[in-house]
């Protein structure tokens, strides 16, 4: 494939369904940032501790480690539009029945973190849900730019929303920020109801169910070279980056004694870093590759830690802030990126959700780990720990590269031959082992094993396991290839599945057996606990 030029930072704008989600989005995201700052806020004026402060965080965070691999599947299972729309209407009840509770002034700080939880979940499923719809809004060659528009609402917001917070905080109550937040689902769920998404091809086979779709999801990720580098390469990076974010609150009263006006400059400061961030990425992506990136904005990020620890001085925090945001934004939109283009459709809200428990696992775990932390050897020594973590850890990750599935073709090719079996009523039954013979020169025999290699991590995505490869004793140039699957209704979806990528594989290998050497393909039934079956279910053809 040709490498891809970058687009416009504006082409995805071209797209009404686009442009009218994203605008809906930044409204929704403005809410979402009042409440963030209202509830951090809020607990550090309940119990202004580094441990419960940080909890807030966490309970953002967790829930979406908890069931974001879970949201992810039921993504790929149902409607997508449908599925957005009532989530949204719960996150809204609950943001409403929190923003109620602090008007009448009964709010704990447990329970504040229940319902921190709550709207967590609901993000749980809604992040993956949303991140897998963005690309069938644009066109592939769209796919980097649209993300990073994305990220440029999620910030336009940030840099809103949380002097928004400040000043309705101050000077209406602490109320305020969670009725905006309830307000600002209105647009979100108006957009969705509006937006008519075209059709995608359905398969003809059964819909999976829940667990075999988890499953799936999982070993699909387990066997993908592209999303496992991004997947270490962001925890490696949200871990130690959650420092700040965890603790930002008491940088702002604690370190620098400032108000929640303070405060929501701060993280304002960070969105208008992010923005400048978003409108710099196309000319950088024209200079830098993902690794450079995602190098570029650790380091920044190393800095801002730093200066946060070692200059408590408003001005230099504000600054320090807007390098933040700067920073953040290479680094989320190189990786989200990354994560994106290593998914084929099948199974892009599932690994998705994978990314997306990275993320905030990350998160929470670092929230958890630098408040502990801060209590016992104080703020600025537990971001300067921080700061040293960051780098040692993209030092360790360097050789996991990311951007490795822009180039690869993941979209089916249908080129597989229909499986023949004499039961047609084999869907249920299982498990099937696939046998493939090979006749190979013992010129091409060691190039041959490699290419299977490569193969095998082919079958094991799309749902292969036991797989190996034999050499016939009695005869050198024969080799026999086999795999298991769980059901022949798996086979078939392997069929599917099987892509462009795995299509250019499989050629290669055909290229060294030569002519007339056409590998021979056997499928094996399991009989299960009853013979009753047909006197030959094992059936035999040439592909």
């Avoid at 592939?140 to 730019?145: G, K, N, T, W, Y």
């Avoid at 309830?182 to 109801?193: D, E, K, M």
């Avoid at 925890?235 to 929501?264: E, N, R």
């Avoid at 499928?523 to 299960?528: F, N, T």
Wanted: charged share 10%.
């Amino acid at each position: 494939m040709t490498e891809s030029v970058p687009q416009s930072a504006w082409v995805p704008f071209r797209s009404h369904a686009f442009t009218l989600l994203w605008c809906a989005t930044i409204a929704s995201n403005i809410g979402t940032w009042t409440h963030d700052v209202g509830a951090g806020w809020l607990m550090a004026t309940l119990n202004p501790t580094p441990t419960t402060v940080s909890l807030v965080q966490a309970a953002t965070t967790l829930p979406v480690f908890l069931f974001a691999i879970t949201a992810g599947a039921v993504s790929d299972l149902v409607d997508r539009r449908k599925l957005l729309i009532g989530i949204n209407i719960l996150m809204a009840a609950t943001a409403g029945s929190l923003a109620f509770l602090t008007a009448i002034d009964v709010v704990t700080p447990l329970l504040l973190i229940l319902l921190t939880f709550l709207m967590g979940t609901g993000t749980a499923f809604v992040a993956p849900t949303w991140q897998a719809i963005v690309p069938s809004l644009v066109p592939r060659s769209a796919l980097q730019p649209a993300i990073a528009l994305n990220s440029l609402g999620i910030n336009i917001s940030r840099a809103i929303g949380p002097a928004l917070a400040g000043f309705l905080i101050v000077s209406v109550g602490l109320y305020a920020p969670f009725t905006v937040n309830a307000l600002s689902f209105i647009g979100i769920v108006v957009a969705l109801l509006f937006w008519k998404p075209v059709r995608s091809e359905t398969s003809a086979l059964p819909r999976e169910h829940l667990f075999g779709a988890l499953r799936a999801g999982l070993r699909y990720a387990g066997h993908s070279t592209p999303l496992r580098s991004t997947l270490l390469r962001g925890g490696a990076f949200f871990l130690f980056a959650s420092a700040y974010w965890a603790l930002l609150p008491l940088i702002g009263k604690v370190l620098l004694g400032g108000d929640a006006t303070f405060y929501g400059f701060l993280v304002g400061s960070i969105g208008a870093g992010a923005v400048t961030g978003a409108l710099l990425l196309p000319r950088l992506r024209k200079r830098l590759q993902p690794d450079a990136m995602v190098r570029a904005g650790t380091v920044g990020t190393t800095v801002v830690l730093l200066l946060f620890a070692l200059f408590p001085e408003k001005s230099v925090a504000i600054g320090a802030s807007f390098l933040a945001g700067l920073s953040w934004i290479l680094v989320l939109t190189t990786l989200n990126a990354s994560a994106q283009t290593a998914l084929p459709e099948w199974v892009r809200g599932r690994g998705l959700s994978i990314y997306i428990t990275v993320f905030f696992g990350s998160m929470a775990a670092g929230s958890l780990l630098w408040g502990q932390l801060a209590n016992f050897v104080g703020i600025p020594t537990a971001l300067m720990i921080s700061a040293v973590g960051i780098l040692v850890l993209m030092i360790v990750t360097r050789n996991a590269h990311l951007g490795q599935g822009e180039q690869m073709d993941l979209a089916p090719s249908m080129h597989w031959p229909p499986p023949i079996t004499t039961d047609t009523d084999a869907k249920d039954r299982g498990p099937v082992m696939t046998m493939i013979t090979y006749t190979v020169s013992p010129a091409a025999q060691r190039e041959f094993i490699g290419q299977m290699s490569l193969l095998a991590e082919a079958r094991k995505r799309l749902g292969a396991y036991a797989w190996g490869l034999m050499q016939d004793a009695a005869a050198a140039n024969q080799f026999i290839e086999y795999f298991f699957e769980g059901s022949w209704i798996d086979h078939l979806r392997h069929h599917e599945r099987v892509s462009g990528e795995d299509q250019i594989i499989q050629n290669k290998i055909l290229a060294l057996l030569g002519e007339n050497n056409a590998p021979v393909v056997r499928h094996l039934l399991g009989i299960g606990r009853s013979f009753d079956f047909p006197s030959s279910a094992m059936s035999e053809v040439s592909q």
